[in-house]
């Protein structure tokens, strides 16, 4: 079956912690993102990738780094810069550009203690 | 930069229709979409609109005014399962980014 796959589905990490995010699809698409979703707060973008060796920052990039080195594989790594990790990863891909469907992943549910 | 506003929470009544609207400024704008997530879940595309006028899809539709930099989700015949988040979000000029609303909570009840 074609999909989007983050796991593992909960992450909990120690204070101080790098923690890579991973996320891998079979779509054969070209553009992938990471979202941050925390209440109220809506989905608000990390990064986002439109090809492989390629990735712009999105509007909360600081503490967070990505890599595009396949075109299936956008890895997330939340670095221990990052003030306030714990929240909800979303993963998400699609065809290209413009108003393509986006396909989202089931999330990461990152726990930092 | 972007900036999407839509309404916190709606309730509704099942078999009512609701509308959430969605205003937005952006540098550039290339697309509005809409997604629907449940609690827990991942999002779920719902519609797409690149140009001005209203897109049918069941009893979901939503509609585009670029000169008002405004649009909105219609959804009819209220289920309970419709009960659930709802965000906007816009494709900037280049194609290349998809940036979200804060969503809408819909509260569906009998």
């Known amino acids: 079956d074609g999909g989007i796959t983050q796991s593992p589905k909960y992450l909990f990490r120690k204070e101080g912690q790098n923690v890579t995010l991973s996320c891998e699809q079979n779509?054969?698409?070209?553009?992938m993102y990471w979202y941050r979703q925390d209440p109220g707060q809506g989905l608000r973008l990390i990064y986002y990738?439109?090809?492989?060796?390629?990735?712009q920052k999105g509007d909360i990039a600081e503490g967070y780094s990505v890599s595009r080195e396949k075109k299936e594989s956008f890895p997330l790594t939340v670095t221990s810069a990052q003030k306030n990790p714990t929240a909800f990863y979303l993963c998400?891909?699609?065809?290209?550009?413009?108003?393509?469907?986006?396909?989202f992943g089931q999330g990461t549910r990152l726990t930092v203690v | 930069g972007q900036s999407l506003e839509q309404p916190s929470e709606v309730t509704a009544v099942e078999g009512a229709i609701v509308q959430i609207n969605c205003t937005y400024q952006?540098?550039?704008?290339?697309?509005l979409s809409w997604y629907q997530q449940h609690d827990g879940g991942a999002p779920t595309f719902l519609s797409y609109n690149a140009l001005d006028g209203l897109e049918e899809t069941g009893r979901f539709s939503s509609f585009l005014s670029r000169s008002d930099s405004y649009g909105y989700l219609l959804l009819q015949e209220l289920q309970m399962k419709d009960s659930a988040s709802y965000f906007c979000a816009v494709t900037n000029q280049a194609g290349t980014a998809l940036i979200f609303g804060k969503g809408t909570t819909l509260s569906v009840s009998s």
């Open positions: 990738s439109q090809i492989v060796n390629d990735f």
């Open positions: 998400a891909s699609s065809s290209g550009t413009g108003g393509t469907e986006a396909f």
């Open positions: 779509l054969n698409h070209d553009a």
């Open positions: 952006t540098s550039g704008f290339y697309g």
